[in-house]
């Protein structure tokens, strides 16, 4: 899914992927392929929104607010982050707004 394919999107995890923290390391297994992914804070956070009812605004809201990043930065990291995720198979689209 390309970054423009979630402006009108709600983002949702897949799958049973469970989750595993040590410190400031953050892992995702997702079953359903079988696969590990270590995640940043800043990927882990946009993960944990993608619960099926968050917009792609409203994350990047939420990311410019604890980051101190401009909107228009924080819209690009989320969409990125999102374009990655959705490759792993850690994330679809639920809806459109």
Do not use: Y
Request: hydrophobic share 40%.
């Amino acid at each position: 899914m390309t970054d423009a394919q979630w402006s009108h999107g709600r983002p949702m995890r897949r799958g049973q992927a469970w989750v595993r923290k040590h410190g400031e390391d953050v892992a995702v297994f997702n079953p359903d392929t079988d696969n590990l992914f270590h995640m940043n804070r800043s990927a882990f956070a946009i993960w944990e929104l993608c619960d099926g009812n968050t917009s792609p605004e409203e994350m990047a809201g939420a990311v410019a607010e604890l980051t101190s990043a401009d909107q228009v930065q924080a819209r690009q990291d989320v969409e990125m982050a999102l374009v990655e995720l959705s490759k792993l198979g850690l994330v679809e689209n639920a809806g459109f707004d």
